[in-house]
């Protein structure tokens, strides 16, 4: 079993509902991280759990925020060390990246495992990316949700995060 995934079955005190096999994808392009001082943001706090998967994994000199529209997950900042925040957001909200930028300018990771809309993927996408650090990483989960219509898209869907994102291979790659 891979560390990631140890520290998920077997260490948690908060719930999370990961799918198994994002810790594969995690441990690639996260590990680099570990016990360095870098700013980590996850977009979905939920049960909590995943924010202290981060820190067993990453270490005490991470900087850990998780973003969330639910005031009540607040309640979980008690579990979490002083290097450990929850900030209360809407993804959606392009005033609220801009507040939140303000104040964390630069990001080395950020999980998007928010409100799987398109609207909201595409908004994250689009106000975080100027600011992931160079190197640094940014996943966006869910992104099957690109083919549901209660999430704003469907197969083919120009409103889809998937074919957003097929867009810009082409821009990157057109040359």
Request: with cysteine; charged share 25%; glycine share 8%.
């Amino acid at each position: 079993m891979s560390e990631l995934r140890e520290i998920y079955h077997n260490q948690l005190t908060l719930s999370s509902d990961k799918w198994d096999p994002y810790f594969d994808v995690y441990e690639r392009y996260i590990t680099k991280y570990k016990n360095k001082p870098i700013t980590l943001v996850e977009i979905g706090v939920q049960g909590g759990g995943s924010i202290q998967m981060w820190r067993k994994f990453l270490g005490e000199s991470a900087k850990i925020i998780g973003i969330d529209i639910d005031p009540a997950v607040k309640d979980h900042e008690p579990f979490y060390d002083e290097n450990t925040k929850i900030v209360i957001g809407d993804q959606g909200s392009p005033q609220f990246w801009d507040e939140f930028l303000k104040e964390h300018p630069e990001i080395d990771v950020l999980i998007d495992d928010g409100g799987h809309e398109m609207k909201q993927q595409i908004l994250t996408f689009e106000k975080v990316f100027p600011h992931i650090t160079k190197g640094g990483v940014l996943i966006c989960e869910d992104t099957h949700t690109s083919y549901f219509a209660q999430f704003g898209a469907a197969l083919y869907s120009t409103n889809s995060f998937v074919e957003y994102s097929k867009k810009l291979v082409d821009v990157i790659n057109y040359q």
